[in-house]
């Protein structure tokens, strides 16, 4: 019989939501969110990003970056701009504000890392990340 228990969808979804979890409950602490804290990391990666890039980035929808970046706006951790040549295309790109609030957070981005790979040694990562990387390759179908 079918277990969910054992199901590798179920086993990594619940790994999943723990993790995010407890780095929300950190960043909270210092006034910020994960989903925020991801923002600001992309935009300091990439620099100028459509709206929608960044959707597809972090995996949301369009309705629900636009709302995330709303509230960033008012923050003044980010600014949008329209594209010159098709209004439809709205990017958005970190203030200084915003850079010095994600240079203040990445060491949290970078202590939760350590904890959740704490007593796993290299070559496990490894393994983790090309069997993570083969499963996505079958999700995609």
Do not use: H
């Amino acid at each position: 019989m079918f277990d969910v228990d054992t199901c590798i969808c179920f086993i990594t979804n619940k790994v999943s939501k723990k993790m995010a979890d407890k780095m929300n409950e950190k960043l909270v602490l210092v006034g910020s969110t994960r989903v925020q804290w991801l923002v600001m990391y992309y935009l300091l990666k990439y620099g100028k990003m459509s709206q929608r890039d960044l959707g597809e980035k972090m995996d949301i929808k369009d309705s629900t970056v636009v709302r995330l970046i709303d509230r960033m706006e008012k923050e003044q951790f980010v600014e949008r701009a329209k594209d010159a040549k098709d209004r439809r295309i709205t990017y958005v790109t970190l203030t200084e504000k915003g850079k010095k609030r994600i240079d203040e957070l990445l060491p949290i981005g970078e202590e939760m890392s350590k904890v959740f790979s704490s007593n796993i040694s290299e070559e496990e990562f490894e393994i983790f990340n090309n069997v993570l990387n083969k499963m996505a390759e079958n999700a995609e179908g």
